[in-house]
């Protein structure tokens, strides 16, 4: 399963990609917001960054809005990847870009339905908003089960499964264990998924061990 950063912060994508752990960016008008930052040149700057796919979202309602922005949006570089609402305007602009050759994102996919029709239209990513199903008292992760289940069963679908809405290490994994190609993650997760308490303790206790040896590998 591939790795996206989920956010606009140039420092945390700085960082995290040092790791080798990051394959992509998401970002959404409410994570560049957030920055504080002109939208056009932190797109730039991530994409400068990273290698892989960088979504960038656009703002319009309309079919015609939506292909003028996501045009201007995918001559920034060649990773862009442009993210459109999964409404009928989205999925006719996304049908548009998927015959131009552009790399699209369908976001705020919350029904297998919605995630069917994203496929058909031709979109490079359905990305199911797990966390916010959790929050109303419904399982996400059923959700990412059926899409795979109906993707599985229509091979000549090419969309991938773009799990968002990351809430914690536990999503990341269920999320892998149903065979999900990507999970966007935001830092704080990201770095979580490394952590475990016995592994600090472990280190800890190896350390102290071997300092008192009085030793140096170096």
């Known amino acids: 399963m591939r790795f996206f950063i989920d956010t606009a912060e140039i420092e945390d994508i700085r ?41 960038a979202e656009v703002s319009s309602t309309d079919t015609d ?3 003028a922005e996501g045009t201007k949006l995918s001559k920034i570089a060649q990773n862009i990847c442009v993210k459109l609402p999964t409404t009928w305007a989205g999925l006719e602009a996304c ?27 031709g979109a490079s990513y359905i ?11 419904q399982e996400g992760m059923e959700l990412i089960q059926s899409i795979a289940t109906i ?40 770095r ?3 952590s475990h308490p016995l592994t600090d303790k472990g280190l800890a206790a190896f350390l102290k061990d071997w300092a008192g040896t009085g030793q140096s590998i170096l």
């Open 127 to 137: 990305s199911p908003f797990i966390g916010r199903l959790d929050d109303i008292g």
């Open 192 to 194: 979580g998924l490394l």
């Open 151 to 190: 993707y599985a069963n229509y091979p000549d679908l090419k969309t991938e499964i773009l799990v968002a809405s990351v809430r914690s290490s536990n999503h990341v994994v269920k999320a892998a264990e149903l065979g999900a190609d990507v999970a966007t993650i935001p830092p704080k997760v990201m």
């Open 95 to 121: 049908k548009h870009f998927s015959n131009a050759g552009i790399a699209t994102n369908m976001t705020l996919c919350f029904s297998p339905s919605q995630a069917l029709l994203a496929a058909k239209a």
């Open 65 to 67: 809005g939506m292909v």
């Open 15 to 55: 960082e995290l990609h040092k790791s080798g752990m990051v394959d992509g960016v998401t970002t959404n008008p409410t994570l560049i917001a957030r920055s504080g930052r002109d939208m056009l040149k932190t797109i730039a700057e991530i994409c400068a960054l990273v290698d892989g796919p960088v979504s």
